[in-house]
């Protein structure tokens, strides 16, 4: 499928300009996307994939937060839980209702950014699916890598968000409360066990930088490790600078954690990209 980037770019500076821009969540949103469209580009090159797939990569980045905007319209909240499903809400506007669902023809406004239609279930399904906890099971293995590749890019991003917008408006919190919280005893447990924080574990605000931090257990490709920690975020994050002495323990607690994890990440990739290149050579 050939994608004119300049008729994307165009067509998402068209729809973005239905919404306040001068809203500091509105452009939070709409820097997040480009970024994440870029470090989609970035991950499917360090695959190996062609220059085509590489766009494609690149307009699951542009499309997948398109939900947000009319989200915040409707709720003024990015909190899926008190509101609507962002993704899902995403899918309702590029493919219509019906599209959405996977049951033909669209109402929305897929069109207006690919003319082509080849690659629509696959854009359905990144889009549909970069939010949810783990992806479903029994995908095709080009799909799967696409959705893989979309989510880690959102995750590598959302690190960045976090360091340079206020956490206050992020997590929805007063200052106060947010210098002076504590890490649940249950994301401290789930931090340990190497996966993603799940939202029902959540309580306090700075178990939300616990949870982000978490992101990266999830991390599938090299290059995406490889950015996270060239870029340093997580490292800020994790060093908020709290009131709460507790907090202070637990945050560094946390952070040795994730160094530990990181380095052994770094050590096992290298190890697995050696037993590539012998298993290649030897065919």
Not at 248 to 266: D, S
Request: with cysteine; hydrophobic share 35%; glycine share 8%.
């Amino acid at each position: 499928m050939r994608i004119d980037t300049e008729n994307v770019l165009r067509q998402f500076r068209r729809y973005t300009d239905g919404y306040d821009a001068s809203d500091g969540k509105t452009a939070l949103k709409i820097g997040h996307t480009y970024r994440v469209a870029g470090l989609c580009r970035l991950i499917a090159r360090s695959e190996g994939m062609d220059a085509q797939e590489q766009e494609l990569a690149w307009l699951l980045g542009m499309l997948h937060d398109i939900g947000r905007f009319e989200q915040l319209r409707r709720y003024n909240t990015f909190n899926d839980a008190e509101s609507v499903d962002h993704a899902a809400l995403g899918l309702e506007i590029l493919f219509g209702a019906e599209g959405a669902a996977g049951d033909g023809g669209s109402d929305g406004v897929i069109r207006r950014y690919v003319e082509d239609d080849s690659e629509d279930a696959l854009i359905r399904t990144a889009v549909g699916m970069h939010n949810v906890y783990r992806v479903a099971e029994g995908l095709a293995p080009r799909t799967e890598k696409f959705c893989h590749i979309l989510r880690d890019a959102d995750k590598v991003d959302i690190l960045r968000v976090n360091i340079e917008t206020p956490l206050e408006e992020i997590y929805n919190t007063t200052t106060q409360e947010l210098y002076h919280a504590e890490v649940t005893e249950a994301v401290m447990e789930s931090f340990y066990e190497h996966h993603a924080t799940l939202r029902s574990l959540k309580r306090t605000p700075v178990d939300h930088i616990a949870g982000h931090v978490s992101l990266i257990y999830e991390l599938v490709f090299p290059e995406s490790v490889r950015l996270v920690k060239a870029q340093g975020y997580w490292e800020k994050l994790i060093g908020f600078p709290s009131r709460n002495p507790k907090t202070v323990r637990q945050l560094a607690k946390l952070h040795k954690e994730m160094e530990t994890f990181l380095a052994g990440k770094a050590v096992r990739d290298s190890r697995a990209d050696r037993a590539c290149k012998e298993e290649n050579s030897a065919l």
